[in-house]
């Protein structure tokens, strides 16, 4: 199922990027887990506004604060490893230009 839908939406990601919290209570605060959505304060760092994260896979949380130094620099290195791999397509095509070509390669995804 995993491949077949891959296929089908081929050059956008299979979900959206969600950043690297720690979870709440003494309890389990030492465990990692995905997270709702990225703070503006790490968009900001990462060069990225909430409204274009939005149109390009990344979640956007505005009510989650930034407690941690090295989690807020985690998820600075995450968005800006997420977006020097995105391609973005332009919606329509200049005149005299040729849309971009896509092969479908999904190896680089992980599904064989």
């Known amino acids: 199922q995993r491949e077949l839908k891959a296929k089908a939406i081929f050059p956008r990601p299979l979900s959206k990027l969600r950043p690297s919290v720690h979870c709440c209570s003494l309890r389990y605060n030492m465990r990692q887990r995905v997270g ?44 800006q490893q997420y977006t020097a791999k995105l391609v973005v397509f332009p919606v329509k095509a200049k005149k005299g230009e040729e849309q971009p070509q896509v092969t479908q390669d999904l190896s680089i995804r992980g599904v064989t």
């Open 36 to 79: 709702r959505g990225f703070t503006p304060s790490e968009l900001k760092q990462a060069g990225l506004n909430a409204k274009y994260a939005r149109t390009v896979g990344i979640c956007v949380d505005t009510r989650r604060k930034n407690h941690s130094e090295e989690t807020l620099q985690a998820n600075i290195a995450r968005l």
